[in-house]
């Protein structure tokens, strides 16, 4: 559910048809990295995500972004179910968004090896309370983030006008750390459940 609106809705309409055309004069380029808008109302967007290395292509995450009240607030990233638009478990969303430290100056082939002998230690961007609960995106310029208490020292007004919290900023992370970097999925018949795969050298720094 959107948030209450309290900012003058023609300002935030204004904006949030900004964003989305500017997305329109770019849909060729997003469709080639797997990434789709279905819908526009403000204030929300539907988008869906297909791991463009994937063979045969699947829906690997879908999200409904809130333009509420921006860009005074953030906006509201959630993951849903493709099908009913509905919000997902962390159980029953396959991605992750894993980032690794940057390393400077280390050679691709000692990151993998540092990547299979779990030398190095991986974030991952999509957070949730518990398996049971909505993931959300733990970064800057979303406003799950910046509602969490945990970060209560990272005031969206700092971030504000920076760029992060567009659209753009917004789909090129889900992409980069998401869906583009998976290549394969793995099934686990005997028990119903499965994962998208990156491999070590493919997780973004």
């Known amino acids: 559910m959107p948030e209450i609106q309290t900012v003058d809705p023609a300002v935030s309409r204004a904006k949030f048809d900004r964003q989305i055309g500017w997305f329109q004069t770019q849909a060729g380029a997003y469709r080639a990295q797997g990434c789709f808008l279905i819908e526009a109302r403000f204030p929300t967007a539907f988008f869906i995500f297909a791991p463009p290395k994937i063979r045969p292509q699947i829906i690997g995450a879908a999200v409904e972004i809130d333009f509420s009240n921006y860009d005074l607030r953030p906006p509201s990233v959630v993951f849903v179910d493709p099908f009913t638009r509905r919000p997902v478990a962390r159980k029953d969303l396959l991605l992750s968004m894993l980032r690794r ?3 400077p100056g280390t050679p ?3 990151i993998s090896v540092l990547m299979q002998q779990k030398a190095l230690s991986l974030s991952d961007f999509l957070q949730a309370n518990s398996a049971e609960h909505t993931p959300f995106l733990c970064m800057a310029g979303v406003r799950e983030y910046h509602d969490n208490p945990a970060h209560s020292g990272d ?3 700092l971030h504000r006008g920076s760029g992060e919290g567009c659209l753009a900023f917004i789909l090129d992370k889900i992409i980069k750390y998401g869906t583009g970097p998976v290549e394969q ?3 686990q018949f005997q028990i119903s459940v499965g994962a998208m795969v990156v491999p ?5 720094e």
């Open 108 to 110: 691709p082939g000692m």
């Open 155 to 157: 005031s969206w007004l």
């Open 101 to 103: 430290p940057h390393l």
């Open 185 to 187: 999925i793995q099934y």
């Open 200 to 204: 070590p050298s493919a997780i973004p």
